[in-house]
């Protein structure tokens, strides 16, 4: 079945350290987004690319990195200078094109907790 | 700019009773609208979507929405609870340009009580 893993699905880490979250999909979608989620805030845009070897910022991209060499692949980087870096980070990915309607599809998440 | 509102952060239903989630809308152009569902550490899944080709759109495990242009709304409903209904339940909005990404609401953690 085609969909989009995110691994590993819990995560611990000391502060100061950088982490990489994996996001994989095999949806064939051009399209790939991180979120960051957050009890009463909802989804928050980190980053997302349209294609390979591009991204763009989205609303709270400091303190974050990602890289895009493979389309089914969008990692994530935690560095150390996230400030809050301890939430539930939520990878999508859809098709794109102002003619298309294409919802986003959702991984089951990674929760990171820094200590 | 585009924007959700879900007003209420927490509602709570008898199994049953009519389930009734808002969520108003910004939007400078046709707004494309959706609601996801998730349950606990899960990702979101789609439940429906408008596109503007009717106001009102049905979704899955009978949830429905409608569209109101005069009230800037786009309110999810559903008859009658079910216990596995409870979980939390986002609005979004299509941001602008040729990207599919999407703004979202705070979410609503629905209950739905014996």
């Known amino acids: 079945d085609g969909g989009i893993t995110q691994s590993p699905k819990y995560l611990f880490r000391k502060e100061g350290q950088n982490v990489t979250l994996s996001c994989e999909q095999n949806?064939?979608?051009?399209?790939m987004y991180w979120y960051r989620q957050d009890p009463g805030q909802g989804l928050r845009l980190i980053y997302y690319?349209?294609?390979?070897?591009?991204?763009q910022k989205g609303d709270i991209a400091e303190g974050y990195s990602v890289s895009r060499e493979k389309k089914e692949s969008f990692p994530l980087t935690v560095t150390s200078a996230q400030k809050n870096p301890t939430a539930f980070y939520l990878c999508?990915?859809?098709?794109?094109?102002?003619?298309?309607?294409?919802?986003?599809?959702f991984g089951n998440g990674t929760r990171l907790t820094v200590t | 700019a585009q924007s959700v509102t879900q007003l209420g952060s927490h509602v709570s239903v008898s199994e049953g009773a009519l389930v009734l989630l808002r969520c108003n809308y910004s939007?400078?152009?046709?707004?494309?609208l959706f609601w996801y569902v998730q349950y606990p550490n899960q990702g979101l899944q789609l439940l429906l979507k408008?596109?503007?080709?009717?106001?009102l759109v049905k979704g899955i495990n009978g949830f429905e929405a409608e569209f109101k242009k005069s009230e800037t709304s786009f309110h999810l409903t559903k008859p009658s609870a079910h216990m596995s209904d409870a979980a939390e339940y986002f609005c979004?909005?299509?941001?602008?340009?040729?990207?599919?990404?999407?703004?979202f609401g705070t979410g609503t953690l629905l209950a739905v009580q014996p």
């Open positions: 979004a909005v299509k941001g602008g340009g040729a990207t599919n990404k999407l703004i």
């Open positions: 949806l064939n979608h051009d399209a």
């Open positions: 408008y596109t503007s080709a009717a106001t």
């Open positions: 690319s349209q294609i390979v070897n591009d991204f």
């Open positions: 999508a990915s859809s098709t794109i094109g102002t003619g298309k309607l294409s919802p986003l599809h």
């Open positions: 939007s400078s152009v046709p707004p494309y």
